[in-house]
């Protein structure tokens, strides 16, 4: 296989399997990574994801197959270049935010002085420069979380790999990791992120990848999957009476279910019978009521998510 | 490399700045020296003063004992025959510690008791005996002989009798010797055990806390579990290093200051001393019973040799237990998890101390000969007989011993770095006998 072509693939995932005695948590598993992408990595709990992870960081080794990072076999040495946070992740109670910041940074191929001087930096931003000689024990939870995400970005990686990164954060601070993760790809970095927060997968996230009962059931861009995936359905909002857009609906249209907003607000969604386009409901809408949006209604990651693996599941269980 | 390094100075730090190292780095090495102390004070207490009542109902001493004043002992002689219950309760007995009963017949049958309220040193009594002995010596002179004492002296000359081993004419091993060799191995097995148990501890703590997974993402398994050991070993090391310094120090001192006598040349050189004067043949008797332990601690014992072979020892002996510590460190589901692993840990090194136990005193044994040269009980074994010393031309059986132990080390860091790299992500399990085969492969 060429690689010169594929000079867009940051991180190559080639027909991974892995067993733990008799147990198997990858299946013959492959993807690929786009270079500058943020790359959603979906399932389950024990559907093998974090294992894939761990393949891929080297701390495990894979029965079969090869990951490949930037066209290169993966090694050792390629590790400098990725940041890894992993789900269940700790720090050393008794060491002050510096001192964790300046071992991590420096087991990642930095000097001491790089370390202080993009600690500086990242301090600044979260405006947090009071926690440098904080000792871990004296943080929060949430505090810590933050401290741990910065000691995984702070030596620059080429390739960010994030298990749970939202876990432990209030709002605020979901949304602000959410935007440190989209200016790191605006940048160029990679970052594959394993979350059970769909919302937040839907997005950032540019690919996604559903791993499943140690398979990979499905990949493609959250766009893409949205559209092959959407059941024709249409949602309006408007102003007026609900038996004036029943009223105005013949049997071409069937409402799906209806939100409340106001006395006479409402959302309705509408599926097509038949040959019907969205442009034949608003024609039969325009006049009877007040329409103020009318857009697809496309299904969401948390939807397609317990659309593909419910079925595997209700299945399983049947046998 | 680098990140093992790195790891290892981590540890490094950690163990350094807690408080129990601190408390041990002092206290441990306070300890020895008060044990030598009272050693030292027990085998020699010169300077206790004694006053002894001498009955001598026949006058055969003739009032005298010394020619001149002991500073020790200060002797008064009593006419008539005190008995033992009246010298107890007397009043006026009460300033003597003991009463020397001279009898009439004691020219012919040569036996004398001394009746002491509190039982004196070896070295007191070594004296008393002495004293006496060589007063009834000119007063047999006198009686028997047409000689002079001076000239009795002359012609008398003590005969020593040294035993020695065939093997070992110049008696440069002994049990004594042995025992320092086992003190040696105690302390490699001491610090094993207590930085063993550390690493241990320190592998499941990261485990729990779940730290590993982010250093695993850095450094592999076995560079991981490497830094881990060697910086807990330099901890150890820096610790041994104060143990060193403050017990030199403190044998200095002491024998700079608390007892400037110990070594006195007159003690210590018995062929030299003239057999002349009174007080040369004085030191001559009392050497007999000079303290062995002295003697032993500030001269026979070859320190820098012994503490050479300990270093090595020690390293390699180290990191032969200490991967198995880390092993088992990371096969637990929980921090609590591999106490009754440790167990068989603490039993090997239980039984290496017999092992040294049973070299010393039986070191010409072939099961001595075999725990020489196995791995788990080598480090304390070698030690003794290291210290009793090798027969001329077999101490190339001490660098086969550490070879064997240099090889199974690389051999069980391999091992266990398989297991360490197996079970260090295996979280809320219970640890079984059957998790370390599978892991091992």
């Not at chain 2, 070594?126 to 002179?141: F, N």
Request: charged share 20%; aromatic share 12%.
């Amino acid at each position: 296989m060429s690689y010169s072509l594929e000079s867009n693939t940051m991180l190559e995932v080639q027909n991974i399997s892995k067993s733990f005695h008799r147990k198997v948590a990858l299946d013959d598993v492959s993807l690929n990574i786009h270079k500058g992408e943020i790359f959603g990595m979906l399932g389950p709990n024990g559907a093998g994801k974090t294992t894939l992870i761990r393949i891929i960081n080297k701390i495990v080794q894979p029965d079969k197959g090869l990951v490949r990072f930037n066209g290169e076999i993966m090694t050792q040495n390629h590790l400098s270049q990725i940041g890894y946070l992993p789900e269940e992740r700790g720090l050393y109670r008794s060491m002050t935010v510096e001192n964790h910041a300046l071992f991590l940074g420096q087991l990642r191929g930095l000097s001491k002085a790089d370390v202080k001087l993009k600690l500086n930096y990242w301090l600044d931003k979260f405006d947090i420069q009071n926690w440098r000689d904080k000792r871990i024990e004296e943080l929060s939870k949430g505090m810590a979380q933050k401290v741990q995400f910065i000691c995984t970005v702070l030596h620059e990686p080429q390739l960010l790999i994030l298990d749970e990164p939202f876990s432990g954060f209030d709002p605020i601070n979901v949304e602000l990791i959410k935007q440190e993760l989209i200016e790191m790809k605006i940048s160029g970095k990679t970052i594959i992120l394993s979350s059970h927060n769909m919302e937040s997968v839907e997005a950032i996230c540019d690919r996604v990848a559903l791993i499943h009962q140690s398979k990979k059931i499905m990949e493609g861009r959250i766009s893409e999957l949205q559209e092959t995936r959407k059941k024709g359905e249409y949602a309006v909002r408007f102003r007026g009476s609900m038996i004036a857009f029943v009223n105005a609906l013949w049997t071409g249209f069937e409402i799906v279910d209806k939100d409340i907003l106001g006395d006479d607000k409402f959302v309705v969604r509408v599926k097509m019978r038949g040959e019907n386009k969205f442009e034949d409901l608003l024609k039969v809408l325009i006049g009877q009521i007040n329409i103020e949006a009318a857009w697809e209604v496309l299904p969401s990651m948390q939807e397609i998510f317990i659309d593909l693996v419910q079925p595997k599941i209700e299945n399983n269980h049947a046998q | 490399m680098r990140n093992s390094w790195l790891i290892a100075l981590r540890e490094w730090k950690e163990r350094i700045g807690t408080r129990s190292f601190l408390m041990l780095s002092i206290l441990g090495p306070l300890t020895v020296l008060v044990v030598v102390y009272f050693l030292f004070i027990l085998g020699g207490q010169t300077k206790q003063h004694w006053n002894v009542l001498i009955t001598d109902p026949a006058g055969i001493m003739e009032s005298k004992i010394l020619p001149k004043e002991d500073a020790s002992i200060h002797y008064s002689f009593a006419d008539g025959y005190i008995e033992i219950k009246e010298f107890e309760k007397g009043k006026r007995f009460q300033e003597f510690d003991a009463m020397l009963e001279v009898n009439e017949k004691i020219l012919t049958n040569k036996t004398a008791f001394v009746f002491f309220r509190e039982k004196p040193s070896l070295q007191m009594q070594t004296r008393i005996q002495y004293q006496c002995e060589r007063r009834l010596e000119e007063v047999l002179v006198k009686q028997f002989t047409k000689f002079s004492i001076a000239e009795f002296r002359k012609i008398k000359q003590p005969l020593t009798i040294g035993f020695r081993n065939v093997y070992d004419p110049n008696d440069e091993s002994s049990d004594l010797r042995g025992w320092v060799g086992l003190f040696y191995g105690t302390i490699i097995f001491l610090f094993i055990f207590l930085f063993g148990m550390t690493i241990l501890r320190s592998v499941s703590r990261e485990k729990s806390n779940r730290i590993v997974e982010v250093l695993l993402g850095c450094v592999n398994p076995r560079q991981l579990m490497l830094g881990k050991i060697v910086g807990i070993g330099l901890a150890a090391f820096l610790q041994f290093a104060i143990w060193c310094l403050v017990i030199g120090l403190g044998l200095y001192f002491m024998r700079e200051t608390l007892f400037p006598n110990l070594l006195d040349p007159s003690n210590m050189n018995i062929a030299q001393l003239s057999m002349d004067s009174q007080l040369g043949q004085e030191q001559f008797f009392t050497s007999r019973e000079y303290n062995e332990f002295v003697n032993l601690v500030y001269e026979r014992v070859n320190f820098t040799d012994m503490t050479a072979y300990f270093i090595l020892f020690f390293i390699v002996g180290y990191f032969f237990y200490g991967t198995l510590f880390a092993a088992v460190g990371a096969s637990t589901g929980s921090e609590s998890d591999g106490q009754q692993f440790v167990l068989p840990l603490i039993f090997t090194l239980c039984f290496a101390l017999y092992a040294g136990y049973y070299s010393l005193m039986n070191p010409e044994s072939s099961l001595s000969t075999l725990f020489h040269y196995l791995p788990f009980t080598s480090p304390v074994v070698v030690m003794v007989k290291l210290a009793q010393g090798y027969e001329p031309g077999h101490s190339y059986e001490l660098f086969i011993s550490l070879l064997i132990l240099i090889i199974s080390s690389l051999a069980v860091l391999r091992l266990a770095g398989r297991i360490y790299s197996n079970g260090i992500l295996q979280f809320g399990h219970r640890v079984q006998l059957k998790h370390f085969f599978r892991w091992m492969k």
